[in-house]
């Protein structure tokens, strides 16, 4: 996150626009989330967009960093911003998120926890994804199950 880190340096925690991507990983009619080492709650692999980087280079490299899985092919399923997009970090950053949300069910490797920004990573049933959801994920995993599950 050097990008936004050098934009904190001049504004400090006041409120940014920040842009990036998310991936819905499935597998068996299963979602994957990661328990985020900052909040302590559950969330998608994602992160924040760095300067030249496209939203589908984000979301590869943010799933890949994050659990070391490489996303073989993304599919576009929604964008999502405003207020409830919202997000104030347990440090007192805020952003205003914009992000950019990938299905991906065709990836490889092992899954690992990074150890940094994940402490732990699990595949849930769409009928059983847990309530301790990072606000930020909330409205993408909403909109995700109201699609999937019939």
Request: aromatic share 10%; glycine share 8%; hydrophobic share 40%.
């Amino acid at each position: 996150m050097g990008y936004i880190m050098e934009l904190r340096k001049l504004v400090g925690s006041r409120p940014l626009i920040m842009t990036g991507a998310c991936v819905l990983l499935c597998s068996n009619q299963r979602l994957l989330l990661q328990r985020r080492t900052d909040n302590g709650l559950w969330a998608l692999p994602g992160g924040s967009m760095e300067p030249g980087e496209t939203l589908e280079e984000v979301a590869k490299r943010e799933l890949f960093e994050e659990t070391g899985l490489e996303a073989r092919s993304l599919e576009l399923f929604h964008m999502f911003s405003g207020k409830e997009l919202y997000y104030k970090y347990p440090h007192g950053d805020e952003v205003y998120n914009v992000v950019s949300a990938y299905v991906c069910s065709d990836f490889a490797g092992v899954l690992k926890e990074d150890g940094i920004e994940v402490q732990e990573l699990r595949f849930f049933n769409y009928g059983e994804i847990p309530v301790e959801l990072s606000p930020p994920d909330k409205p993408v995993i909403k909109k995700f199950l109201e699609r999937v599950v019939k």
